[in-house]
């Protein structure tokens, strides 16, 4: 299929938000290598095709909820670079004012309603924010990510079940990158993920993780058909995750082989993908698509120098916003 | 004035206030058509219809999420959770999401939700349905906690946590909901963090929550008998709490017993007792007492569960034990 022309724009802006995903990855990696952040923090490498797939389909006023693995989440809806690292860092100009580091990162003003660091822990929210829109006429929609070994948490049975019960205009979107931590999905999933949403007459699909065309293909259907009341819908999303559950797990070799890992990053790569398929559609050249990752890096290490010149927050800040104040 | 009961205000409170904003909806476990098993919701539905009284599965994490959704996204809701017994079953979305949304987002995420349940044992129950679980809430910062003591304060107290901008965790006590009192025509609203003195006195101070200021009256009424007067306060929220009331108090009688239903051991009554000792023990005439329910699960068979709660007249005898010296020798 040859691209129309309009498209162009929306193609390479999915390849420049892939390449962004990776490069902030690749920074906070070498800031945790380099011991210059604090605690630890789960990278999104390898599944950039579906938060930029998936986040590519919504509007701004559009909700999401994201995972402890949610840097990419967060840049796919919108949010800014030096903002993300200043909140890695514990810095006052951080997304949280460095209240909640990597793990907490939420950026309301893009509808990014927070990573969650218990897993599963933001399902009810997602639903609880369709719920919303439903009550109050809106017509936004919310997506619901997280990963595979979330499936095995009881509230999303529960949210699942009233989100279709009330035609809730929500999307969950699981992403399967084969590991739930330290353990193969296999042995913590019994049966088939989208079973689980098609028992309580949920419209689910499988989609290859990797190709952040055919993510985006479906995930505009889906957002389209949610807003006009149709939903709930379940996309099951198979990825895969290039580093380990942290940045600290380093020998993976007891859970999974270097050949299987290599596998992956050399033909499943979705922005490897996605840059050939621009290649060989005429729509960008090799050295054009280095120019965009050029310069998408040269902006992350500028923000990252920004971050760690920044500001720590005031101590006196530690007491505020434990209670928000009156309207 | 009119007289009316507690679970009546609670409803009118709930009514007005979905009257004024459009934003708040009710969402629980049958408050619809049932009004809920003690029939505080009744009638809502008729007025609101079923998009803002909403019925939910027997799902508590499920619904207090979504309420916790709703909340950050626009919404007000109020969540009716059928027994306190059941906050072990939504600890997660309540104090791991609820309670640390607007701190951990740097204050840009609001989470206006009211969260009401109940408390409080002699219901012939048992152990899964009378716990007074103030205590675990109120140890997570991020939530408010208030204990309406009457029909009075439950709904000035209610319109309070419904118009806050934070998690409130609003508890009453089951056996109260026919109790009535006088509550006025006219709007009212009661502000968190301002202690009620429901009586003076001389001698000792009574710090009671919830149901237990009825205990403490009680006593009071029995120590007055004996000669002894006491002064009875009433928290009314224990997030915020006003330690200022509480402590003038003390200081002007010199004595203080604490209290609360919850179980006395790690409680609401260790807390302000340990506060009094702490910033008023040169006033202090005698150790400050706690009075909480019995560490024990709730018995079922009424003759033991009637040991279990503090009584009129075990606060009346701690209180003479303290007027009176004995303490010296030990309880």
Same mark, same amino acid.
Request: glycine share 8%.
């Given at each position: 299929?040859?691209?129309?022309?309009?498209?162009?724009?929306?193609?390479?802006?999915?390849?420049?938000?892939?390449?962004?995903?990776?490069?902030?990855?690749?920074?906070?990696?070498?800031?945790?290598?380099?011991?210059?952040?604090?605690?630890?923090?789960?990278?999104?490498?390898?599944?950039?095709?579906?938060?930029?797939?998936?986040?590519?389909?919504?509007?701004?006023?559009?909700?999401?909820?994201?995972?402890?693995?949610?840097?990419?989440?967060?840049?796919?809806?919108?949010?800014?670079?030096?903002?993300?690292?200043?909140?890695?860092?514990?810095?006052?100009?951080?997304?949280?004012?460095?209240?909640?580091?990597?793990?907490?990162?939420?950026?309301?003003?893009?509808?990014?309603?927070?990573?969650?660091?218990?897993?599963?822990?933001?399902?009810?929210?997602?639903?609880?924010?369709?719920?919303?829109?439903?009550?109050?006429?809106?017509?936004?929609?919310?997506?619901?990510?997280?990963?595979?070994?979330?499936?095995?948490?009881?509230?999303?049975?529960?949210?699942?079940?009233?989100?279709?019960?009330?035609?809730?205009?929500?999307?969950?979107?699981?992403?399967?990158?084969?590991?739930?931590?330290?353990?193969?999905?296999?042995?913590?999933?019994?049966?088939?993920?989208?079973?689980?949403?098609?028992?309580?007459?949920?419209?689910?699909?499988?989609?290859?993780?990797?190709?952040?065309?055919?993510?985006?293909?479906?995930?505009?259907?889906?957002?389209?058909?949610?807003?006009?009341?149709?939903?709930?819908?379940?996309?099951?999303?198979?990825?895969?995750?290039?580093?380990?559950?942290?940045?600290?797990?380093?020998?993976?070799?007891?859970?999974?082989?270097?050949?299987?890992?290599?596998?992956?990053?050399?033909?499943?790569?979705?922005?490897?993908?996605?840059?050939?398929?621009?290649?060989?559609?005429?729509?960008?050249?090799?050295?054009?698509?280095?120019?965009?990752?050029?310069?998408?890096?040269?902006?992350?290490?500028?923000?990252?120098?920004?971050?760690?010149?920044?500001?720590?927050?005031?101590?006196?800040?530690?007491?505020?916003?434990?209670?928000?104040?009156?309207? | 004035?009119?007289?009316?009961?507690?679970?009546?205000?609670?409803?009118?409170?709930?009514?007005?206030?979905?009257?004024?904003?459009?934003?708040?909806?009710?969402?629980?476990?049958?408050?619809?058509?049932?009004?809920?098993?003690?029939?505080?919701?009744?009638?809502?539905?008729?007025?609101?219809?079923?998009?803002?009284?909403?019925?939910?599965?027997?799902?508590?994490?499920?619904?207090? *999420?979504?309420? +916790?959704?709703?909340?950050? /996204?626009? &919404?007000?809701?109020? !969540?009716?959770?059928?027994?306190? %017994?059941? =906050?072990?079953?939504?600890?997660?979305?309540?104090?791991?999401?609820?309670?640390?949304?607007?701190?951990?987002?740097?204050?840009?995420?609001?989470?206006?939700?009211?969260?009401?349940?109940?408390?409080?044992?002699?219901?012939?129950?048992?152990?899964?349905?009378?716990?007074?679980?103030?205590?675990?809430?109120?140890?997570?910062?991020?939530?408010?906690?208030?204990?309406?003591?009457?029909?009075?304060?439950?709904?000035?107290?209610?319109?309070?946590?419904?118009?806050?901008?934070?998690?409130?965790?609003?508890?009453?006590?089951?056996?109260?909901?026919?109790?009535?009192?006088?509550?006025?025509?006219?709007?009212?609203?009661?502000?968190?963090?301002?202690?009620?003195?429901?009586?003076? *006195?001389?001698? +000792?101070?009574?710090?009671? /929550?919830? &149901?237990?200021?009825? !205990?403490?009256?009680?006593?009071? %009424?029995? =120590?007055?008998?004996?000669?002894?007067?006491?002064?009875?306060?009433?928290?009314?929220?224990?997030?915020?709490?006003?330690?200022?009331?509480?402590?003038?108090?003390?200081?002007?009688?010199?004595?203080?017993?604490?209290?609360?239903?919850?179980?006395?051991?790690?409680?609401?009554?260790?807390?302000?007792?340990?506060?009094?000792?702490?910033?008023?023990?040169?006033?202090?005439?005698?150790?400050?007492?706690?009075?909480?329910?019995?560490?024990?699960?709730?018995?079922?068979?009424?003759?033991?569960?009637?040991?279990?709660?503090?009584?009129?007249?075990?606060?009346?005898?701690?209180?003479?034990?303290?007027?009176?010296?004995?303490?010296?020798?030990?309880?």
């Amino acid at each position: 299929m040859r691209p129309k022309k309009t498209n162009i724009e929306d193609y390479l802006r999915m390849y420049r938000q892939m390449v962004k995903i990776r490069a902030f990855e690749d920074n906070a990696n070498k800031l945790y290598l380099d011991a210059k952040m604090p605690g630890l923090t789960h990278m999104y490498s390898g599944e950039e095709a579906v938060a930029v797939g998936i986040c590519e389909a919504l509007l701004v006023t559009d909700k999401i909820t994201s995972t402890h693995r949610g840097h990419g989440h967060c840049v796919a809806k919108g949010a800014d670079f030096k903002q993300m690292f200043c909140e890695l860092l514990g810095k006052e100009e951080g997304y949280c004012r460095g209240k909640g580091g990597s793990m907490h990162i939420a950026d309301q003003s893009n509808g990014n309603l927070g990573a969650n660091a218990i897993v599963g822990g933001s399902m009810g929210i997602a639903t609880g924010s369709a719920l919303r829109a439903k009550l109050l006429k809106s017509d936004d929609v919310t997506v619901c990510f997280f990963g595979d070994g979330a499936t095995a948490q009881g509230l999303l049975y529960e949210v699942m079940n009233m989100a279709a019960l009330w035609k809730l205009p929500v999307i969950y979107a699981c992403e399967n990158n084969g590991y739930s931590e330290y353990t193969t999905t296999e042995e913590i999933a019994a049966g088939k993920i989208t079973a689980r949403a098609e028992a309580f007459g949920i419209e689910a699909h499988q989609v290859d993780g990797q190709d952040v065309l055919a993510v985006n293909a479906l995930a505009q259907k889906l957002v389209q058909r949610a807003r006009k009341g149709e939903g709930p819908f379940f996309i099951e999303l198979m990825t895969y995750r290039y580093h380990g559950h942290h940045v600290g797990d380093i020998n993976r070799a007891y859970y999974r082989t270097k050949e299987e890992e290599f596998e992956w990053k050399e033909n499943r790569d979705p922005i490897k993908i996605m840059g050939q398929w621009l290649a060989s559609e005429g729509i960008a050249s090799e050295s054009e698509l280095k120019v965009i990752s050029d310069t998408i890096y040269t902006e992350a290490n500028e923000a990252v120098e920004y971050a760690l010149a920044a500001a720590y927050p005031d101590v006196s800040e530690v007491t505020m916003h434990v209670y928000a104040e009156a309207s | 004035m009119r007289q009316i009961t507690l679970s009546q205000a609670v409803n009118e409170a709930i009514a007005e206030e979905m009257r004024r904003d459009p934003t708040i909806f009710l969402i629980g476990e049958d408050v619809a058509e049932a009004g809920t098993p003690f029939k505080v919701t009744a009638g809502l539905v008729e007025e609101f219809g079923t998009e803002r009284v909403i019925d939910t599965p027997i799902s508590e994490p499920g619904f207090m *999420g979504m309420a +916790v959704g709703a909340a950050m /996204t626009g &919404s007000r809701p109020i !969540v009716d959770l059928m027994f306190g %017994d059941f =906050l072990f079953l939504i600890m997660d979305q309540l104090c791991n999401q609820a309670a640390k949304a607007h701190y951990m987002s740097g204050g840009k995420l609001n989470v206006p939700l009211v969260l009401r349940t109940n408390l409080g044992a002699t219901r012939r129950s048992a152990a899964q349905h009378s716990q007074s679980l103030h205590a675990l809430v109120a140890h997570v910062p991020g939530l408010k906690v208030a204990l309406p003591s009457s029909a009075y304060e439950a709904k000035g107290l209610l319109k309070t946590a419904i118009r806050d901008n934070n998690p409130v965790v609003f508890i009453e006590d089951k056996l109260m909901y026919q109790d009535k009192a006088s509550v006025p025509e006219e709007e009212y609203l009661i502000p968190f963090g301002q202690a009620n003195i429901v009586r003076e *006195g001389r001698d +000792v101070t009574l710090v009671a /929550t919830s &149901s237990m200021r009825q !205990v403490c009256e009680k006593a009071a %009424d029995l =120590l007055s008998e004996d000669g002894i007067s006491a002064e009875i306060i009433d928290p009314r929220t224990i997030v915020p709490l006003d330690e200022t009331t509480i402590l003038s108090s003390v200081k002007k009688t010199s004595r203080a017993i604490v209290v609360d239903e919850g179980h006395q051991s790690y409680g609401v009554a260790a807390e302000i007792a340990s506060i009094i000792s702490e910033k008023a023990f040169y006033h202090l005439d005698a150790p400050v007492i706690r009075m909480g329910a019995m560490d024990v699960p709730v018995p079922f068979s009424p003759v033991l569960e009637d040991l279990t709660v503090p009584t009129p007249e075990l606060v009346a005898q701690n209180a003479r034990k303290i007027v009176f010296g004995e303490m010296i020798h030990g309880l």
